[in-house]
């Protein structure tokens, strides 16, 4: 995709995320090594506040689908859709609306960022 193709993108995804915003602190969890081979876990990290978007489950924003007898199944009933520069990870933890969430997938899955316009992160619900 050329740059301004991508810059485009990138506009029309912070009016999608500013039309219903929600504020996103996440808390990373982190391992402590016990000096015998394994690790317990730590005191998690809390990162700065992240504006994204949550929105209902839509097979086009994530490939998360899980193939069964019946069919495909959505293992999400959630996402967050966040700017390509978010920072975020399998495992993070949040809460909103007195709900707790953890991220199950991060879409892309690669790091490298710098051709897409959004990060996908599919939830899972953890009460």
């Given at each position: 995709?050329?740059?301004?193709?991508?810059?485009i993108?990138?506009?029309?995804?912070?009016?999608?995320?500013?039309?219903?915003?929600?504020?996103?602190?996440?808390?990373?969890?982190?391992?402590?090594?016990?000096?015998n081979?394994?690790?317990?876990?730590?005191?998690p990290?809390t990162l700065?506040?992240?504006q994204?978007?949550?929105?209902?489950?839509?097979?086009?924003v994530?490939?998360?689908?899980?193939?069964?007898?019946?069919?495909?199944?959505?293992?999400?009933?959630?996402?967050?859709?966040?700017?390509?520069?978010?920072?975020?990870?399998?495992?993070?933890?949040?809460?909103?609306?007195?709900?707790n969430?953890r991220?199950?997938?991060?879409e892309?899955?690669s790091?490298?960022?710098?051709?897409?316009?959004?990060?996908?992160?599919?939830?899972?619900v953890?009460?």
């Open positions: 995709m050329d740059k301004q193709g991508l810059k993108l990138r506009k029309n995804l912070d009016a999608f995320i500013k039309a219903d915003p929600v504020q996103i602190t996440l808390s990373r969890p982190t391992q402590v090594d016990t000096g081979g394994g690790w317990k876990p730590g005191i990290l700065n506040p992240q994204m978007r949550l929105v209902p489950f839509k097979r086009r994530s490939d998360d689908v899980q193939n069964t007898q019946d069919g495909q199944l959505m293992l999400a009933t959630y996402i967050l859709v966040g700017r390509y520069n978010v920072d975020a990870q399998k495992g993070d933890e949040f809460s909103h609306n007195d709900v969430y991220i199950h997938s991060v892309p899955k790091n490298d960022r710098a051709n897409t316009d959004r990060v996908t992160l599919v939830l899972e953890r009460d």
